[in-house]
């Protein structure tokens, strides 16, 4: 499907800005090959590009926001009216213009402009005369979009959070061409997903599952971010239209900007499990996902990525070409769509393409029992205190040692952590930390069990503890933070 978009492009790219210009232009001189002054063809360069670079956005906006492109090439699937559509009803049009007008300047022929000028009228008139009935018949709402946006003669744009910001789209395009080299994406849709309006659910193993569900769905989708990593890339996240959601407790603002915004005709992505899964088996859905799920409209649109846990897992230290398998479908029922996310994203026959990060997995060694002595290399790993190692072991095989680390764990247990706050920055460092049945203490502090409220793991090394009233946030020297992750929801059921 999108080899065919991409050849439709590519040939309207070059008869409508490269081949159609040329002709005009080559007319104009063949009738007359009279010259602008030098300083017309500089201005006439400017004009161009900005032209150009306009008309690019626009078609951009038709193809991630609308599902499409030119209205007899692939008609978009919903009308667009954000961006620069909210400039002016025809964007692409005018950017075609200017930069039609602006190129006969640049070669400097008069009559190249004259021709470029009347073709230019024809193009208004087509589009006002012609154009916009058949939009009004295919889009009912064309009508009311007209009373607020002029036909060319732009206006202050309408800021809209439903609309795919700049870089976001360049991201988009970017992210196309790099998926080329890297993750083949192969995908099933099982439903017909809606135009607009929807939350996108899907299970989380990797840190580029959104550009998965971007690419596989093909539309400007926002996600919230935690505020642990919103705060440290501000800039980037929120010009590619994310927004941050507190993850240490019930976050009542974001959790209202989601429902309004689904219910406005956005299109939201989310992850249930709150965290990426270590090994590609489901987390469950965190408590209060189940109120979201009856808020906002349906369908909601399933997502599930499979195989890309093998190619850069959670422990892992590096990214690693391969496939990637994803499916779509549509769900009305709750259980259902954790029935069907909740199947692990990979077998257990499958193999990692490479152990390297390992041992924050398998943190305690399967033979002799000591914490932190797993070394890891790209085939596997071995401990240095016994001598024990595996090489490509299966992700069955990591699954029982996981599992059995699991049970062996006993309290109290300590190591030494540097205090890091909510951005990621150490406030202290070589602070012993001591987990036992009462809770956590640490430089002179204790954080009582009864009093936890909930806790974190960001990233790969840092945990957060929440006790009601601030996150205190550890990470540690010689253990994997995954130990303590395990130490909690077994000790302390969080």
Avoid at 209 to 214: I, K, P, T
Avoid at 304 to 312: N, P, V
Avoid at 410 to 424: H, N, R
Avoid at 453 to 481: C, L, P, Q, T, W
Wanted: hydrophobic share 40%; charged share 25%.
């Amino acid at each position: 499907m999108y080899k065919k978009r991409i050849i439709q492009g590519l040939i309207y790219f070059i008869a409508y800005w490269i081949i159609l210009p040329a002709a005009l232009i080559s007319i104009g001189v063949y009738i007359n090959p009279g010259h602008f002054p030098e300083v017309v063809k500089i201005i006439g360069k400017i004009v161009a590009a900005f032209g150009f670079v306009f008309g690019m956005i626009s078609a951009s906006y038709m193809i991630i926001d609308g599902g499409g492109g030119p209205m007899y090439l692939l008609p978009p699937k919903k009308l667009v009216t954000c961006g620069t559509f909210s400039i002016c009803r025809h964007p692409v049009y005018f950017g075609f213009i200017i930069y039609l007008l602006g190129l006969s300047l640049t070669y400097g022929y008069l009559m190249s402009f004259a021709i470029s000028a009347v073709f230019s009228v024809l193009i208004i008139l087509w589009a006002v005369l012609i154009e916009e009935r058949q939009l009004s018949k295919k889009y009912p709402e064309y009508e009311e979009y007209k009373k607020k946006v002029p036909a060319f003669w732009p206006q202050k744009p309408i800021k809209d959070d439903r609309c795919p910001p700049l870089l976001f789209m360049f991201l988009f395009y970017v992210g196309y061409i790099v998926s080329w080299f890297t993750w083949h994406i192969r995908f099933e849709k099982k439903c017909k997903v809606p135009e607009q309006g929807y939350m996108v659910v899907a299970n989380h193993v990797t840190y580029l599952d959104f550009a998965v569900v971007v690419y596989t769905l093909s539309r400007f989708i926002s996600f919230p971010v935690s505020l642990f990593h919103y705060k440290r890339k501000e800039w980037l996240y929120k010009n590619v239209g994310s927004f941050p959601i507190n993850r240490f407790k019930p976050d009542v603002r974001a959790i209202m900007r989601i429902i309004s915004y689904v219910k406005k005709g956005g299109r939201l992505g989310i992850f249930p499990e709150a965290e990426r899964s270590w090994d590609g088996r489901f987390l469950g859905f965190k408590q209060g996902f189940d109120k979201l799920v009856e808020k906002v409209p349906k369908p909601i649109i399933g997502v599930r990525i499979e195989k890309a846990q093998l190619l850069f897992p959670r422990w892992g230290k590096h990214f690693y070409p391969g496939k990637v398998n994803v499916i779509v479908d549509c769900f009305e029922d709750q259980k259902e769509l954790e029935e069907f996310l909740s199947k692990p994203s990979v077998d257990p026959d499958d193999r990692y393409a490479s152990y390297k990060g390992v041992e924050n997995y398998v943190y305690r060694c399967p033979k002799c029992g000591k914490v932190g002595v797993i070394k890891s290399n790209k085939n596997g790993f071995y401990c240095k205190n016994c001598g024990f190692s595996m090489e490509k072991p299966t992700v069955g095989q990591l699954w029982e040692i996981r599992d059995k680390n699991i049970e062996s764990l006993t309290l109290p247990f300590s190591d030494k952590a540097d205090i890091v706050d909510e951005m990621g920055k150490v406030v202290k460092r070589n602070v012993l930390v001591i987990m036992d049945e009462s809770g956590i203490e640490y430089d002179g502090n204790k954080l009582e069990k009864e009093k936890l409220r909930s806790f974190i793991v960001e990233g790969r090394h840092e945990i957060f503890f929440y006790d009601g009233r601030d996150a205190v946030g550890f990470r540690f020297k010689n253990s994997s933070v995954l130990l303590w992750n395990d130490l909690v929801k077994k000790f302390y059921s969080l």
